[in-house]
């Protein structure tokens, strides 16, 4: 069974992704204690939460390689069914973009760059 080529991920990039990852973690966290102006802890975590769900999906097809192109085609399975997933690594690259993809949007709405009140009326306060 032929295997993929596997990507070093250089350490210093590992530990950057882990770093943002802390902090989107530690801020959201953070919102149990401290008043916040735009974003409670509970909203913080479902947006965090459901942005997760959509990376995975994107993350997931990316070097996934069938078994009918390696030509090993386990007897009963889908002949697409991926001979390697890596679903750790990808677990990892999702909540690393998830975590800065969620900063963005804590800055975007703590800083005050959007007003929500101009975009749907009055009525949401």
Do not use: C
Not at 14 to 20: E, K
């Amino acid at each position: 069974m032929a295997q993929a080529p596997r990507v070093s991920v250089q350490p210093a990039f590992r530990y950057a992704g882990l770093a943002v990852s802390v902090l989107a973690l530690a801020i959201i966290f953070a919102q149990l204690f401290v008043e916040s102006g735009e974003v409670g802890f509970v909203e913080g975590l479902v947006v965090y939460l459901i942005t997760w769900w959509i990376v995975i999906f994107v993350v997931l097809p990316i070097r996934i390689t069938g078994q009918h192109e390696t030509g090993d085609v386990v007897e009963g399975s889908e002949p697409g069914a991926p001979v390697d997933p890596r679903l750790k690594e990808k677990a990892a690259l999702t909540t690393v973009i998830t975590s800065v993809l969620w900063l963005v949007f804590f800055a975007v709405m703590e800083l005050g760059l959007v007003d929500l009140n101009a975009l749907w009326g009055p009525q949401f306060d």
